[in-house]
């Protein structure tokens, strides 16, 4: 589909200079299935980490971007590797913070607690956020400075958290329990 809209837009759009390509945290752990059974790289992640020996929808996007901006010399790419996003974005099906409202919202409405639906090494690993806002003005900077052409870059706040914090605080907002891996706890 990426390549069948770059196919219709590169050749019939001669003011289109830059294109930004936003993927993501995947590029560096791998898609979700494989999260904890291979190698995987920990943050702090860096743009010149290589690519994992594992078959990623990101790397795929990547290439085709490569592949199709050859083929005009004028225009100019970059890539925008955001982390777990946090902050308002209205039109993002991936706004995991409002997604995670609804799914404690429904729970508290049902009675039931919040529960982690992952696995352990996904409740203690250490993620890095990305706030929405910081992504944003990256982007920008990306299309109007010369220096970010044609050139890969992460996108983090810095923010580290696990979810099993996470998971506690989100639920005290909603005053319900949560249930972590195999247990039950109250919130306070």
């Not at 790397?59 to 970059?78: G, P």
């Not at 404690?104 to 982690?116: Q, R, S, T």
């Amino acid at each position: 589909m990426f390549r069948n809209v770059l196919h219709a837009v590169i050749p019939h759009v001669p003011n289109l200079k830059h294109i930004c390509l936003q993927i993501g945290i995947k590029h560096f752990t791998g898609p979700f299935e494989t999260f904890g059974k291979i190698e995987y790289h920990t943050p702090p992640f860096t743009e010149d980490m290589s690519r994992l020996n594992v078959p990623n929808f990101y790397y795929t996007l990547e290439d085709i971007l490569f592949e199709e901006a050859k083929k005009r010399e004028d225009l100019t790419w970059s890539i925008h590797r955001p982390s777990t996003i946090f902050g308002f974005s209205p039109y993002s099906l991936m706004n995991i913070i409002g997604a995670l409202c609804v799914y404690a919202a429904i729970c508290k409405h049902e009675g039931f607690p919040l529960k982690f639906r992952g696995n352990k090494e996904s409740w203690e690993y250490s993620y890095v956020a990305s706030d929405a806002d910081l992504i944003a003005e990256q982007q920008i900077w990306a299309v109007m400075d010369p220096n970010a052409r044609n050139e890969a870059f992460n996108c983090s706040n810095g923010d580290v958290f696990k979810w099993k914090h996470l998971w506690k605080d989100l639920a005290g907002q909603f005053g319900i329990g949560i249930m972590g891996l195999r247990r039950v706890r109250k919130l306070a």
